[in-house]
């Protein structure tokens, strides 16, 4: 992240504390991956720890083992009926990988050049009409996929639980209040979404201790 977004960020004295406290944005982008493979990483770590999520992945590549790096969507979609079932996926999520790959292969999902020639607003509007895939999911994609700049997801519930930290608030801002709020950030709200991330982690990290 530049300079320049740094201090825009640092006109408010809230974040500039933060900023200050938490150091250097380690704001990793996975500049290797593509969008189909992010969505369907995505779709496998919904509501299940990382390593779970990473074991059944795994059983998933162990299909393929003449076929390096993630299964294309026509040999995922080739698989025998049950096979992701068996790799550890529920059903909902086996069915919304299929579709994810049914839209790859349809052209709906975009390669990583692709995504260069479609807006923020066009990808969500595109991505989402794919089962399993919401709002959130293509904003995470958005961020840490595809790098954007300027993402803020005010669903998030650790997004506004950081806001709520940082200004030492009662409660959350609602959803389109934070995206009201966000408009001050802008063009650097994935910045923004960052230091809120780590602004709930550290408080939560605090709630440990004391409670140990």
Request: aromatic share 8%; charged share 25%; proline share 7%.
């Amino acid at each position: 992240m530049s300079r320049e977004a740094l201090r825009h960020l640092r006109r408010d004295p809230a974040f500039d504390a933060l900023i200050r406290f938490v150091g250097r944005c380690g704001l990793t982008v996975q500049r290797t991956g593509t969008p189909y493979e992010a969505l369907m990483r995505a779709v496998a770590y919904q509501q299940l720890h990382a390593k779970a999520a990473e074991a059944m992945l795994g059983r998933l590549a162990a299909h393929f083992p003449d076929h390096p790096g993630f299964p294309a969507p026509a040999d995922v979609l080739a698989l025998p009926e049950g096979a992701l079932r068996a790799c550890g996926f529920s059903g909902p999520k086996a069915a919304a990988l299929r579709d994810i790959c049914a839209h790859a292969l349809a052209g709906n999902i975009p390669t990583r050049r692709g995504a260069t020639r479609l807006t923020d607003r066009d990808l969500i509007e595109r991505l989402v009409a794919i089962r399993g895939v919401g709002r959130w999911t293509v904003e995470m994609l958005l961020i840490f996929t595809l790098g954007r700049p300027d993402v803020l997801p005010c669903d998030d519930f650790g997004v506004r639980e950081g806001y709520r930290v940082l200004h030492g608030l009662d409660s959350q801002p609602k959803p389109k209040a934070l995206a009201q709020i966000g408009l001050a950030w802008a063009p650097h709200r994935s910045l923004a979404t960052w230091y809120l991330y780590r602004a709930a982690e550290e408080a939560r990290r605090q709630g440990q201790a004391s409670r140990a």
